[in-house]
C-alpha cells in the first residue's frame, strides 16, 4: 500500500519515496516537488491497510505530533476513520498548523481512477488497471 500511495502522489507530480521498513515514526512515504523536502509543501503520509479496521482520534494524534510546521499529512486508511479521529482532522485543519487530509479506500481508489493515466510503470504495475467504455445513450 506505501508502494501505491508513492505511485499516486508521483502521478499528481510530486517525488515521492517509500521509507525503508522497520520504525518508521508514521512516516512511510515522503513527497516533495523537488524530493528531497526542501520545496514546500512536503507531504508526509502514513499508510494503514486494515480494511477491517477503523483509524481512531489516538492513532490521529501520534501521527500528527511527529509533524513539523510546513508540513502536510497524508493519512491513509483503508480501514476509513471513526467519527472522533474525523473530528480531530477538522479540529487541525481549523488550526492551519499542520494540515491533514484523510483518505479512506473509497477516496484511495478515486485518486488511482482520476491519476491513473500519468502513474509511472511501477505504480501501473502494482494496480494494472484497462479503461472501459460504456454506450451513453
Not at 48 to 64: C, D, I, T
Not at 93 to 122: G, M, Q
Request: hydrophobic share 40%; proline share 6%; net charge neutral.
Amino acid at each position: 500500500m506505501e508502494r501505491l500511495v508513492a505511485a499516486l502522489l508521483r502521478a499528481m507530480g510530486y517525488k515521492a519515496r517509500v521509507t525503508p521498513k522497520g520504525p518508521d515514526r508514521r512516516r512511510d512515504v515522503l513527497a516533495s516537488p523537488d524530493g528531497l523536502g526542501f520545496q514546500s509543501p512536503r507531504i508526509i503520509a502514513e499508510v494503514k491497510h486494515r480494511p477491517k479496521q477503523a483509524m481512531g482520534s489516538q492513532e490521529l494524534r501520534s501521527f500528527v505530533g511527529g509533524l513539523r510546521e510546513g508540513d502536510r499529512g497524508l493519512y491513509v486508511s483503508t480501514g476509513g476513520f471513526t467519527r472522533e479521529a474525523q473530528r480531530e482532522a477538522q479540529y487541525e485543519a481549523d488550526r492551519a498548523t499542520v494540515p491533514v487530509t484523510l483518505v479512506d479506500l473509497d477516496d484511495l481508489a478515486s485518486l488511482v481512477v482520476e491519476h491513473y493515466d500519468r502513474f509511472d510503470a511501477e505504480g501501473q504495475a502494482l494496480i494494472p488497471l484497462v479503461r472501459v467504455y460504456w454506450p451513453a445513450w
